[in-house]
């Protein structure tokens, strides 16, 4: 399946964000289109070379439909190779059971927006503030053999994400770590609360704490002390715990569903001219996931995308991030960074 998409198709990923709030430009117009036809927040967009939505689809029958839905989209790129001609944007709810109403074309002629020059960055790409820190997670599930998941295609067992820590914070750490007190010296919960909460495995729905649904999680444990590495300068050594939990009032959750992660953390961190540079973080211990407990989702994956599938998980797990400052810093004040 990989090798047909990559074949066949450009795959893109675009962030929801950027489809429900896109800019005032020339990508922001396609951003627009896409989100004129969708008939849910989520799903695949099939879009020809000029910005025309062929296809929409949420959800497939089967495995086998996907393969079908591949075919399908390729003959009506055939036949609507560009924007001489109006197309109709099919939609499925289910492909190809569960038909919507095509959304009709608009008779707008897009402009394709030209690759990003230097010094014009991505939208997509976040933008830090002065002294906020880049951070990117990955975090897998650990074997009864001791060895990481090789199921690196499932979020039930493997997780890879990119965050930011707001300057607030990483100035919180480095006047902690500047002050006289006795050593070890504990540092604030919410200069890791950030780093803790990114650290699960699985989908948003099941964030322990940061959680969108009407519980938010509890943070049960967030111990965080820093020694000095001897014989340099400006280098300390993080040792930590956390407890993060969560019931069965996450989003989409349902009666019996919950979500525990416990680990034990170690790092460092770098200060530099009485600032944060670097932080570095490893985390092992357990986590133990129950979602659609109740629901019984359907096995295959495909048949039920926006709700994800029923999730049984009681193993070890390991998480790694480095947060660093970006090595140029980009225009805009945004901050993408949970606080």
């Not at 066949?8 to 990508?27: Q, T, W």
């Not at 000029?50 to 055939?78: C, M, T």
């Not at 503030?129 to 990955?138: E, Q, T």
């Amino acid at each position: 399946m990989i090798r047909r998409v990559t074949q066949d198709f450009v795959p893109i990923s675009l962030k929801a964000g950027l489809v429900d709030r896109p800019p005032d430009n020339k990508e922001g117009r396609l951003y627009r289109e896409i989100r004129r036809s969708r008939p849910l927040a989520q799903g695949i967009c099939v879009v020809n070379p000029a910005g025309k939505v062929l296809q929409w689809v949420v959800s497939f029958d089967n495995d086998q439909e996907v393969v079908r839905f591949l075919d399908h989209a390729l003959q009506r790129y055939k036949k609507f190779p560009d924007a001489s001609q109006p197309v109709s944007a099919e939609r499925h709810m289910h492909f190809p059971s569960r038909k919507l109403e095509d959304m009709a074309d608009h008779g707008q002629v897009l402009e394709v927006p030209p690759p990003h020059g230097p010094g014009v960055p991505c939208p997509a790409t976040p933008i830090l503030p002065a002294g906020a820190l880049d951070a990117r997670l990955v975090g897998r599930a650990v074997g009864p053999d001791g060895q990481l998941s090789d199921q690196v295609l499932s979020q039930d067992h493997y997780a890879e994400e990119r965050f930011g820590i707001s300057p607030r914070v990483t100035q919180e750490l480095a006047k902690r770590l500047d002050s006289q007190q006795a050593l070890p010296i504990e540092l604030p919960v919410e200069v890791f609360r950030p780093f803790v909460a990114h650290a699960y495995l699985g989908v948003l729905d099941v964030a322990p704490i940061f959680n969108p649904g009407p519980s938010k999680g509890e943070l049960i444990q967030c111990d965080f002390s820093a020694q000095p590495v001897e014989g340099s300068k400006g280098l300390w050594r993080i040792t930590g715990k956390s407890e993060t939990s969560n019931g069965d009032r996450m989003s989409n959750a349902t009666r019996g569903d919950l979500h525990r992660v416990q680990l034990d953390w170690e790092g460092f961190v770098s200060i530099e001219a009485g600032r944060v540079k670097e932080i570095i973080l490893a985390a092992d211990g357990r986590e133990r996931l129950k979602f659609g407990t109740e629901r019984k989702l359907a096995k295959s994956d495909v048949s039920y995308l926006p709700s994800g599938h029923t999730i049984d998980l009681k193993s070890r797990v390991r998480y790694g991030i480095v947060a660093e400052l970006p090595r140029k810093e980009l225009p805009g004040d945004g901050n993408t960074g949970q606080e």
